[in-house]
């Protein structure tokens, strides 16, 4: 007995969105806070009816958020492993409590202010003249694996995943043209909406003349950088039926990732041929559809994990829109944009919207299904969210009204 | 450390903080040769080395001398500078090889690609191993076209 349709979200709350490090005075705790009281609030519930937190990529801490809202007893605390890959499953992990009894009512929630860090810059310390003393690692210790990579220059999230594209590239014939139309796509999207930190177009011309970053990757393949927060709220479809909105429910939600996936991407890149240009989903997505009983055909939107507009191809293939490889000229024949075949990222995304780790996905998602949003595709009944491509786990969750 | 020329990435370590098994790799380094962990059971080489074989479960590994060429898998040039020192050493390439006595996959190295052309590197290129004495403890691995 799988847990299709048992649980719903109910709420959904958020910050605005800022610019990097312009979201003081606020700190990532308030706007935490700030996000899941506007959830319950939607939803038509209180601070006395949350029992749990859902959570991925240390959000926060669930004793101090339910220490400083006041929740009267935590039944459930818990998150999935990694980073942002985890963002679409933390909805399957508050599913998971509410079905299986352990809760009732589960928030799910991302926070992030970049005033003093940024996800996009060096994973390892790049300076120290020739010291380790500067190195995030020293104070428990170097790993001996550090050595291994420590010569490579491979230094952010960028130069990592342009390796796969350009691997994609080598291997389908994937072309800037194609990551372009992502970008492009996605930026007709964001400039629609209010809450949107882009609001002017972005054309070709403007997209090929900006700075390479990290070949094949330039500025406008990146994800930006800034500060908000959102929440979700989900309880039993059961007590959803009583609730302020329509429920938005979970169709099924699926983590994890092929066994050699983890360590692949960021680290090693070790990943074997037959999935190394992937977004590492594809056994993801078919436990997913095999779950909530549905195809590709049947998704009406998909709200995909979008911290480089190559990502954005690979999961075109590995949830089943096109065939594997041929991302690039399914994009490039509309298929992704308002009224295609499959409007992706109606929300702008990370790369045009905000970046709230994966979460303004989830929002726009249910928006969508509830049947009030902005770039609203004409009667969208089921949704696809997903997160990352990052180190397993990578998921993803089916939503349907 | 030496001084930053554009395509070579100014390692920022001075020493493989080696383990047991990890030393006979930066031991052999030293000396330039390119060495591997390989499986003693089903000679699955696994780089950077492991406790474990991921293929048979096997613990014991022997470390066999490779030749030291390889395929370029994949890479990127990166052209912006994270951090204010790297602006002398952009634009460099960082790549993916595959090495020659390996099985591929498993055993691949990351590694700045030296004196070549950025603009002139392809997935496919042939490559061979240079060693870069750091420190009197640490040679770090670059390859450069063969
Ligand atoms: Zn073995």
Redesign the pocket.
Known sequence: MTMRDRTAIVGIGATPYYKRGESLPHTQLSMACDAIVGALEDAGLTVQDLDGFAIYSNSVDPAEVASVLGVPEVRFAASLTSGGGGSAGALGLAAAAIHSGMAEVVVSVMTLQQAGRRLGGTQVSAGGGGSTSANPYSAGGVPPSLAFTVGSGLLSPGSSFALLTQRHMHLYGTTREHLAEVAITQRSHAITRPTSLQTGPLTTKDYFASRMISDPLCLFDYTMENDGAVAAVMTSADRAKDLRHPPVYILGSAHGGAGRWGPAIGKYFQAPDEYFASSGHRPVAKRLYEMAGVTPDDVDVALLYDHFTPMVLMQLEDYGFCGVGESGPFVADGNIRLGGKIPVNTHGGHLSEAYIIGFTHVREAVEQLRGDAINQVAGAEIALVTGGPAGLPVSGTLLRR | MSEIKPGVYPVPMTDPHADATTQPFWDAALEGRLVGPR?T??T?VILPPQPR?F??Q?TVFEYVDLPGVGTVYSFTVVRHPLAPHLREAVPYVSAIIELDGTQGAGARMLANLIDVDPETVFIGDRVRVLFDKVSDTFAVPRFTKN
């Open positions: 499986c059971n089903c699955t074989c293929v048979c096997n």
